[in-house]
Nanobody, 121 residues
Framework: QVQLVESGGGLVQAGGSLRLSCAASGSIVSITRMGWYRQTPGKQRELVAV???????NYADSVKGRFSISRDNAKNAVYLQMNSLKPEDTAVYYC???????????????WGQGTQVTVSS
């Protein structure tokens, strides 16, 4: 099993910045990709940013130019730097990991518990 622990959420004024962190622990796995989703009540969970092992990154159009995803493979960690935050960025942010177990070669996806980001006007 792989556990994901998120940190860095909180309350910030519009125009401010936050940095989210997510660290994976548990079974040794080969990580294919790590990323961030977000969700608000009554809305679908949406992809915010993703980083894959090849170095390719992808962002939602609404956050391009403001958010930046980075990854530290040695630490099995992924980060989301959020700048120029807007009230519409308010959501619960979830870290996700997709990989393959070393022993069984089974593909799996793990999710963090979510961390609240609130942006005030």
């Amino acid at each position: 099993q792989v556990q994901l622990v998120e940190s860095g959420g909180g309350l910030v004024q519009a125009g401010g910045s936050l940095r989210l962190s997510c660290a994976a622990s548990g079974s040794i796995v080969s990580i294919t990709r790590m990323g961030w989703y977000r969700q608000t009540p009554g809305k679908q969970r949406e992809l915010v940013a993703v980083s894959i092992s090849s170095g390719i990154t992808n962002y939602a159009d609404s956050v391009k130019g403001r958010f930046s995803i980075s990854r530290d493979n040695a630490k099995n960690a992924v980060y989301l730097q959020m700048n120029s935050l807007k009230p519409e960025d308010t959501a619960v942010y979830y870290c996700t990991l997709t990989g393959t177990t070393i022993v069984s070669s089974r593909v799996f996806t793990s999710w963090g518990q979510g961390t609240q980001v609130t942006v005030s006007s």
